[in-house]
Structure formats: C-alpha cells, structure tokens
C-alpha cells in the first residue's frame, strides 16, 4: 500500500530529553513537510524539504531539528530547547508537479 | 503574514441538514485544498482546486475556488453522523514558493 508513515502514534519522554519523529512515504513523492497541531487550532508549519539534502525552516522552526537524506523520510528531532513540545505532530508530502499535501496519521507527543 | 480566514468556528446541525463553511483572505491564491480531520487523526484531502471558477463535487461535497482568487467554500449536503469532524481549508498564494497557508478550521458537530 502506497502512503504516509509516522510512528509512534502515541510517545511519552521526560522534560529535558531529545527525542525524534518518524516520517516516511513510498508515494515518491519530492517534498516532505512537518506540522505542529495545538488543540483547537490549525496547522502550523516546522520545516519542510523539497528535495533530498535540503529543507527550509517554516513558522515555528525553534526547538526543532530535521533530516532529509534519503527521499523517502522526513525524521522531526524535538529538543529539549523547544519551550513547549508536548503537541499533535503531523508529517506531510507532496509530489513535485502540484502543492497538493498528503498527511500521515500523526504523532501525539507528550512531554512530561 | 499571510492568513485565511475561515468560517464558522464551529456548527452544530441537525443529521440531514446541508452544510456551508468558507475560507476567505485579502490575498490571491494558486490552489485551494479541503482537508477533513477527525480526533486524533491526521487530515485527509477532501477536494483540490485549481482553477479560478471551478466547482468540483465528491459525493455530497461540493467545492468552489472563487473568481477573485481570494476565497473558496465547501458545501456539504444531507449530513450523515460521520461527517463529524474538522474541516480545514488550505491554500497556496500566487507568486511565492510551495508553503501551503492552512485555515484554523470548521468544527462540525451533528445533533442526536
């Protein structure tokens, strides 16, 4: 089945402590994007790639670390220098000719 | 920066009703995308639109990227209980790169 994967669905870790969100497709898609949900509110951008060994910074990239060396994956660090981690990560891409976003199913962090 | 306006917040309706939400900016866009999200899941992709004046349906939704460029709206008819959820609107502004602005979304509830 061709999609978006992120794991793990639900992760816990300790204030203080990095840890890194998974984000993979086999949709050969180009470019890969990292949002953050709050509840009730929108998406807000983290970073995003839009080619292998490149990526920009979005609306909030403070705190946050990305990868992109091979296409297929897209791995979000969250540092312990991120003020305020615990969120709804969500992990997106798209295919070089449209903007048209496909989302994996999330990331629930909580930082205890 | 650059914002969508969507509208309303939330809705509650009766099962059965017919549905109308919007997204509206003072900006010009390229693309107009309809995401729906329910609790804990990440958004799937409704309808794309990318012409100005086009009007696109999948089942009881209906979508229409507006001649100005500068808004868009969703109809949905004869609600069912699993229309529930978060609607979001999305859209890429002309003459810049491929960040795609995201509105704060439609909460839809359906009464018993």
């Known amino acids: 089945d061709g999609g978006i994967t992120q794991s793990p669905k639900y992760l816990f870790r300790k204030e203080g402590q990095n840890v890194t969100l998974s984000c993979e497709q086999n949709l050969n898609h180009d470019a890969m994007y990292w949002y953050r949900q709050d509840p009730g509110q929108g998406l807000r951008l983290i970073y995003y790639s839009q080619i292998v060994n490149d990526f920009q910074k979005g609306d909030i990239a403070e705190g946050y670390s990305v990868s992109r060396e091979k296409k297929e994956s897209f791995p979000l660090t969250v540092t312990s220098a991120q003020k305020n981690p615990t969120a709804f990560y969500l992990c997106a891409s798209s295919p070089g000719d449209t903007d048209t976003q496909y989302f994996g199913p999330g990331t629930r962090l909580t930082v205890l | ?41 990440g958004p799937v992709l409704l309808i794309a639109l990318y012409k100005a004046g ?21 109809n949905i008819s004869a609600s069912i209980p699993s229309d529930v959820g978060i609607y979001f609107c999305a859209g890429q502004l002309m003459n810049r790169d491929d960040k795609i602005i995201f509105g704060k979304g439609t909460r839809l509830h359906i009464l018993p």
């Open chain 2, 1 to 41: 920066g650059q914002q969508l306006n969507q509208s309303p917040q939330s809705m509650f309706i009766q099962e059965g009703e017919d549905v109308s939400m919007n997204c509206t900016s003072s900006s010009i866009f390229n693309t107009w995308l309809w995401y729906k999200q329910d609790p804990g899941e």
């Open chain 2, 54 to 74: 086009e009007l696109t349906s999948n089942g009881r939704l209906t979508a229409q990227f507006g001649i100005t460029r500068k808004d868009s709206f969703l």
